[in-house]
């Protein structure tokens, strides 16, 4: 498999022969104002332009939205992509909010949904903040749902895309119910405030490898977004402090990791 870190949580895959976009963000750089309500909201999104064309980012064979966040499905994803293209989401609520936009060829992710012969497996257990923020209904009803995916293929490795969770024990648990040998984390450690993480950061990124050490971890979804505080050095920092750097991939924008 090749995974290439585009922006944010917008990677490219290649896996089993197909090509995928994944939750792709398009807008130039300063194109919406920051989240209100969340970390350095004064920031312009996205923080920094992508690093290849959006016609390039548009020869795949399938894109996966993992949910409709502006950072990880915008406006100009919804303008720009074929609406003939394949699309995978994660429930029915988003079906019809991308069918409103015209898409046309939309599948929901479940624990047995497949693109050919490449298993999708629509994870369990991630959420999208705390408890604690979870219980205020306003906010609830704004983080909403988040789904990962997991790739199988009898020619590639199991590969575990956790999507914008937080660390809590049912992720852990899908974790050691899947075994993947890589896993793409959203470590970025976005913040609402008052409310703290709506994301993983370092720690979790730890607890992760801890849970499985012989796995590969892929940290994304950082230095993109304005509430995201986690930067690259730092956890690259933390990674070699705790000693866990040799089986963690931090890649710039526009750069491919093969596993």
Not at 213 to 236: D, G, W
């Amino acid at each position: 498999m090749n995974i290439t870190q585009i922006r944010n949580a917008t990677q490219l895959i290649t896996y089993g022969g197909k090509r995928f976009l994944i939750d792709p963000m398009l807008s130039p750089k300063d194109a919406f104002p920051g989240f209100p309500g969340t970390a350095r909201a004064g920031l312009r999104n996205p923080m920094v332009d992508l690093p290849v064309s959006v016609e390039s980012l548009l020869k795949v064979d399938a894109v996966i939205v993992t949910h409709t966040h502006e950072d990880h499905w915008d406006r100009a994803a919804s303008e720009l992509i074929p609406k003939t293209m394949p699309i995978f989401v994660q429930n029915q609520h988003d079906a019809d909010l991308l069918r409103s936009q015209g898409f046309t060829q939309l599948m929901l992710l479940s624990a047995t949904s497949a693109f050919g012969d490449i298993q999708l497996c629509k994870t369990d257990g991630g959420q999208h903040g705390s408890d604690r923020a979870y219980a205020v209904p306003e906010l609830a009803e704004r983080l909403g749902e988040a789904c990962g995916v997991v790739f199988r293929h009898p020619d590639e490795k199991t590969l575990y895309l956790a999507g914008d969770t937080i660390w809590r024990a049912e992720v852990a648990a899908d974790l050691r119910k899947h075994q993947p040998d890589v896993i793409v984390l959203n470590a970025g450690y976005a913040h609402v405030l008052g409310f703290g993480p709506i994301i993983m950061g370092q720690e979790d990124v730890l607890n992760v490898h801890f849970l499985l050490p012989q796995a590969r971890l892929v940290a994304t979804h950082m230095e993109a977004i304005n509430h995201c505080l986690l930067t690259r050095s730092a956890l690259r920092e933390y990674a070699e402090a705790n000693q866990f750097s040799d089986v963690l991939a931090i890649p710039q924008d526009g750069e491919t990791l093969t596993f």
